[in-house]
């Protein structure tokens, strides 16, 4: 992590928000592509609905439109099972 560190440091900006930002990138990335359809994933992610706005922008930014349409639609399947008082 320390030469991680030092290497964003030589770089325009923080150093700090690249890293996380690249960690975030990273982590939606193998979302879309690998976890997409793990069910204790999607269980996760119906739990709490979703991501804030700022993931979600990262989210969508990523062009995996497939793989976000899957997640949504699990969650939004979730609110309207909420929102009529139903289980899903």
């Not at 890293?19 to 793990?38: H, Q, R, T």
């Not at 969650?75 to 289980?87: D, V, W």
Request: proline share 3%.
């Amino acid at each position: 992590m320390y030469f991680e560190i030092l290497d964003a440091s030589q770089k325009k900006g923080c150093p700090v928000c690249r890293l996380l930002n690249g960690v975030v990138a990273e982590y939606l990335k193998n979302l879309l592509y690998e976890n997409v359809n793990d069910r204790p994933t999607r269980t996760a992610l119906r739990a709490s609905l979703g991501f804030c706005r700022a993931h979600s922008e990262a989210l969508l930014s990523s062009g995996n439109s497939l793989g976000i349409a899957i997640i949504y639609l699990d969650i939004l399947q979730e609110i309207g099972a909420i929102s009529i008082g139903r289980k899903p």
